[in-house]
């Protein structure tokens, strides 16, 4: 993260962060070729497609990720961190949970969490979803399925620097880079 958006604070690093976000969602259009002219929202805060190419980003204080695809994509990313027993129950159910071999409960729950957020911007329903996303498999330490309204989805999971990402990436191989 640059230090000029390091010192800011409240509502202009947070819009600092949102465009960060937005060139890091540019350079992905550029690694795949896409030409990518307008990182636009529409009035509900969805990402409208541009060039006919479709963008998602997520920011943190020490963190911003962008990427585009051909089609609706969702990414989220979040510092892993410790979570209660009441936050991991919210939005981890037992049937999710017992998907997990063997990880740590705060690794299974930003995984889900992550996860859930992706799906649910590709599918621009918001948070307001996050009960109805469930965790149908863990294929292995990067990959999970999940269903919402009937829908299955791919996600791919990334671990960097004490963050997790995750991007829905159906049939696409999804290369990630960090700059």
């Not at 949102?18 to 350079?27: D, N, Q, T, V």
């Not at 071999?101 to 649910?120: C, P, S, Y």
Request: overall charge negative; hydrophobic content about 40%; some cysteine.
């Amino acid at each position: 993260m640059p230090e000029a958006i390091q010192v800011l604070k409240g509502k202009d690093k947070v819009a600092a962060l949102s465009l960060f976000a937005r060139e890091s969602a540019k350079s992905s259009a550029l690694k795949s070729k896409y030409l990518i002219d307008r990182f636009m929202k529409d009035d509900l805060g969805v990402p409208e497609p541009s060039n006919g190419y479709f963008w998602s980003v997520s920011h943190k204080l020490d963190f911003v990720a962008g990427v585009v695809s051909m089609e609706k994509i969702g990414i989220d990313v979040e510092r892993l961190k410790d979570v209660s027993e009441a936050l991991f129950q919210t939005i981890v159910d037992p049937d999710e949970a017992g998907c997990f071999w063997g990880q740590d409960k705060n690794i299974i729950f930003f995984r889900v969490f992550t996860a859930k957020e992706a799906v649910l911007k590709k599918t621009t329903d918001g948070l307001k979803g996050m009960s109805k996303v469930k965790t149908k498999q863990v294929h292995d330490d990067k990959n999970i399925t999940l269903e919402y309204l009937n829908t299955k989805y791919l996600v791919e999971n990334f671990y960097f620097d004490g963050y997790l990402a995750s991007v829905t990436k159906d049939c696409f191989d999804v290369q990630w880079a960090l700059e």
